[in-house]
């Protein structure tokens, strides 16, 4: 026979003495609580750390940083580029009257720097490739922390879920009990239709939960790039881990991916304003070529070397001084007040963080300590004939409203948690 605990065992000894019509009854379903089910292998659920590498590995994802970078990159290979040589032909023709001139050239010419503005311009678009690896990174921990907060919206979903199942599960209960004792005379018709509205109520909410679990469960899916069925099960704990030194997250602030970006796009602006300051300095274009001279009577072919230069009289890089200055001094204030935000940002959501988990981890103490069990001692004395139903139900929905609230606070501080990793620009998912 499966094993009944021992206040089981008082709860029927009690009914027993007071209500002999319902001991048979309590009998079967404490036993039948008690039986243990049919043994089965359960699959491994889905953890948020596979969830998040899921979601960092699907191909789209990638395909896009991908092809991000290799934007970026081509702007390198730009700027590294020398200026095409030219290759030019010519024929010119004059009449005489001794006969034609015909003279014929091949020429090919190429232009080079001087200046050193194209080594400027090739770092200034090496800045803005380590820029766009920066802002990567920020995609990064925004798809890190939109997964951990899916999957902490589901693990606290399922938990209520798994409450309002438990407090479904009494109030049937309960209520087969009232409607027994309703046909012993024992209960009024009263407590016969409170408690079934309770359960229509209990029934009610348990769908809307049951529906809120669907949408979330396919929502962390989509993000993490699974089937419906692979996130069907979730392994982990809703609770967060310890909230970091505050000092530690503070000394590294300023690496944080999007602070870094705005630094090496200022230093791309700087790059390029110094060289626009060379454009006085002009371009010599060297040229090397064949020409040939035929006359009536003679004819001949000689080579042609020749040099040129630009003359920056009117266009000598001001305009381009002008406008990366403003870049460059507009992408460093942004930086200055996008800094002090982030540390006002960072201070605020560590005391949120460290707070929350305390009054959360508080709350799971107090209530596992056994003193807000209501239920027990509701169910013993209202089978006992001590309590009315109305006390049943309220411990029923007293130990409801502490689990729910246990897995709010829960939620909250994983919540927080998860926000003060992605403001600090590190995760330990990366």
């Known amino acids: 026979m499966p094993r009944v605990s021992s206040r089981t065992w008082a709860l029927l ?230 909230t970091p030194s505050l000092d530690v997250l503070q000394a590294r602030l300023r690496e944080r991916p999007d602070l870094a970006s705005l630094h090496a796009q200022t230093r791309a602006f700087e790059l390029e304003h110094q060289a626009a300051e060379r454009g006085w300095i002009p371009d010599l274009t060297l040229g090397i070529g064949q020409k040939n001279l035929n006359e009536t009577v003679r004819s001949g072919s000689g080579p042609i070397v020749g040099m040129s230069f630009s003359v920056p009289l009117f266009d000598h890089g001001q305009a381009m001084q002008q406008r990366s200055l403003a870049q460059a001094q507009t992408v460093r204030a942004e930086h200055a007040l996008a800094l002090a935000k982030a540390d006002a940002e960072l201070r605020g959501a560590w005391h949120q963080a460290n707070e929350l988990r305390k009054a959360a981890l508080t709350y799971r103490l107090d209530v596992s300590d056994g003193g807000h069990n209501l239920s027990g001692a509701a169910e013993a004395a209202y089978h006992a004939g001590e309590a009315g139903l109305l006390e049943l139900l309220d411990a029923y929905r007293t130990e409801l409203d502490y689990s729910i609230t246990e897995l709010d606070l829960a939620l909250r501080a994983r919540l927080a948690h998860v926000d003060l990793e992605t403001l600090s620009g590190v995760s330990s998912y990366e």
Request: no cysteine.
């Open 13 to 242: 000894l009690r009914t027993r003495v007071h209500r002999p019509i319902l001991f048979t009854q309590f009998l079967v379903l404490a036993v039948a609580i008690a039986a243990p089910g049919p043994v089965r292998a359960e699959q491994p659920g889905l953890t948020e750390r596979e969830a998040v590498a899921a979601a960092l590995s699907r191909p789209a994802w990638m395909e896009a940083e991908t092809g991000r970078v290799a934007v970026a990159e081509s702007d390198v290979t730009e700027a590294g580029l020398m200026p095409n040589p030219v290759l030019a032909f010519g024929r010119d023709q004059v009449g005489m009257a001794g006969g034609d001139i015909t003279e014929r050239s091949v020429q090919i010419s190429q232009t080079f720097d001087l200046s050193g503005r194209r080594s400027l311009r090739l770092e200034a678009a090496d800045r803005r490739l380590e820029a766009e690896r920066f802002d990567g990174r920020i995609r990064r921990l925004g798809i890190i922390s939109e997964v951990r907060q899916a999957f902490a919206g589901a693990l606290h979903r399922i938990g209520i879920q798994s409450a309002l199942e438990l407090w479904l599960r009494r109030v049937e209960e309960a209520a087969k009990v009232t409607t027994q004792l309703a046909k012993a005379g024992e209960a009024s018709g009263y407590d016969r239709r409170r408690i079934e509205r309770e359960a229509h109520t209990a029934r009610a909410r348990l769908s809307v939960a049951r529906a809120d679990v669907v949408r979330s469960r396919d929502l962390l899916a989509a993000l993490a790039g699974k089937t419906p069925a692979e996130a069907t099960r979730l392994t982990g704990d809703l609770f967060p881990d310890a």
